[in-house]
């Protein structure tokens, strides 16, 4: 069954605190995306990734950055934790090329800043 | 910039009734994807369709049956004789493809809440 997982389903953390958001998938795809979900907004990319290394910022990076240094993780670090920043993260992953785009979806993270 | 709008922000119905769920999308593009995802109250999202812009014979699969136009950048989703289990926020979001990176990108619209009381 193929998957995607996030290290921590609930976090809380404080302001100025720096966060790690864990994610790993085991279908071997060469496209990883951070999203945030935020009630009336959907869901809005973050960063994304479409290879070891390589990174591309989406509508709103601002305050994030990331870290692929392993096909199969990906991971998100908020550098100074704010209150802003309380959400639900998904991450999701997805094969390369033009006709596929189906992303998979982990089971999501939902930080609290405090 | 590609753009997904779902005016219906909630949508309550009865066991047992059809409900359409409404989808109006912008784009430039020649060749798009467009999709339907499904988010339980357990939070993982899950996917329902993939429809090729080329391709607009509407498609049924089970209760669920999908209208893709063209002409009305609309693909509307409904689901018929609802069940309780039916009920979730329902996503719709169109594709971008990155040709220098090969990547593709979902947009997503902002997702209507369906709640079915039995």
């Known amino acids: 069954d193929v998957k995607v997982t996030q290290s921590s389903r609930y976090l809380v953390k404080r302001t100025g605190e720096k966060v790690f958001l864990e994610c790993v998938q085991d279908?071997?795809?060469?496209?990883m995306f951070w999203y945030r979900q935020d009630p009336g907004l959907g869901l809005r990319l973050i960063y994304f990734?479409?290879?070891?290394?390589?990174?591309e910022k989406g509508d709103i990076p601002e305050g994030y950055s990331v870290s692929r240094e392993k096909k199969e993780r990906f991971s998100l670090i908020l550098e100074s934790a704010s209150t802003n920043q309380t959400s639900m993260y998904l991450c999701?992953?997805?094969?390369?090329?033009?006709?596929?785009?189906?992303?998979?979806f982990g089971e999501g993270s939902r930080l609290t800043v405090l | 910039a590609q753009k997904v709008t779902q005016a219906q922000t909630e949508i309550s119905v009865v066991e047992k009734e059809d409900v359409t769920l409404d989808c109006v999308y912008e784009?430039?593009?020649?060749?798009?994807?467009l999709f339907w995802y499904k988010q339980p109250p357990s939070g993982e999202l899950v996917f329902l369709i993939r429809?090729?812009?080329?391709?607009?014979q509407n498609e049924i699969s089970g209760r669920y049956s999908w209208n893709f136009q063209k002409s009305t950048s609309s693909f509307n989703f409904t689901i018929t004789a609802s069940q309780v289990v039916d009920s979730a926020v329902y996503f719709c979001?169109?594709?971008?493809?990155?040709?220098?990176?090969?990547?593709?990108?979902?947009?997503f619209g902002t997702g209507t809440r369906l709640t079915v009381i039995p």
């Open positions: 990734s479409y290879d070891v290394k390589m990174k």
């Open positions: 979001a169109l594709s971008e493809y990155y040709l220098q990176t090969g990547a593709n990108n979902l947009f």
């Open positions: 784009t430039r593009d020649t060749t798009y994807y």
């Open positions: 429809r090729n812009s080329f391709d607009e």
């Open positions: 999701a992953s997805s094969s390369g090329g033009e006709g596929t785009g189906e992303l998979f």
């Open positions: 279908m071997d795809h060469e496209n």
